[in-house]
T-cell receptor
């Protein structure tokens, strides 16, 4: 089954404790992206990757890092989480930049 | 800079009634246009997309949308709403980058 898998789905952590949200897709897609969803703001792009070893900042990259060492994986790293990073995070992939996005089920992160 | 506006935060319709969700965009040319649906606790799923050609596009689950260049709009419609259509709907516009609207929450009353 074609899918984008994120882990963990839910996480409560404390300020400053590094965490990684993993994302993996099995569709051989070139393009992958991370979004955060906050009420009333829709989805805002954090980082995206056009291909392996190619990543770029989206609209709200501060406080986040990503890497794309393999085509299928695109982890999101919060080096020192802060409460304003409490949000619902989505990973998505696409065959190309302007193509249909396939979304994971989301990771709800709470930073205390 | 491009932008997308969904003027309605919440919409409530009766089951069986027709539905129209509004989407307006700002961009210097004709962008790619999308509608996504998000059911509670789920990721987003593509309903339909417009790249070029026929301005009335059909999507999944009985939805359609019409691109109107003169109004910079891409409104989503469904002739008869089902209770399972209750969800949040996002319009997205891709000119030089993909931008999502803030979403419209659809409630369906029986």
């Amino acid at each position: 089954e074609a899918q984008v898998t994120q882990n963990p789905r839910y996480l409560i952590t404390v300020t400053g404790k590094k965490l990684t949200v993993t994302c993996s897709q099995n569709m051989n897609h070139e393009y992958m992206s991370w979004y955060r969803q906050d009420p009333g703001l829709g989805l805002r792009q954090i980082y995206y990757s056009m291909n392996v070893e190619v990543t770029d900042k989206g609209d709200v990259p501060e406080g986040y890092k990503v890497s794309r060492k393999e085509k299928r994986n695109f982890p999101l790293i919060l080096e020192s989480p802060s409460p304003n990073q409490t949000s619902l995070y989505f990973c998505a992939s696409s065959p190309g930049r302007a193509g249909e996005l396939f979304f994971g089920e989301g990771s709800r992160l709470t930073v205390l | 800079a491009q932008s997308v506006t969904q003027p309605d935060i919440h919409i409530t319709v009766s089951e069986g009634a027709s539905l129209e969700l509004r989407c307006n965009y700002s961009y210097g040319a004709t962008p790619y246009l999308f509608w996504y649906v998000q059911s509670p606790g789920q990721g987003l799923q593509l309903l339909l997309k417009y790249f070029s050609g026929d301005t009335l596009v059909q999507g999944i689950k009985g939805f359609e949308a019409e691109f109107k260049r003169s109004q910079s709009s891409f409104n989503l419609r469904k002739p008869s709403v089902h209770w399972s259509d209750a969800a949040e709907y996002f319009c997205a516009v891709d000119g030089n980058k993909l931008v999502f609207g803030a979403g419209t929450i659809l409630r369906v009353k029986s």
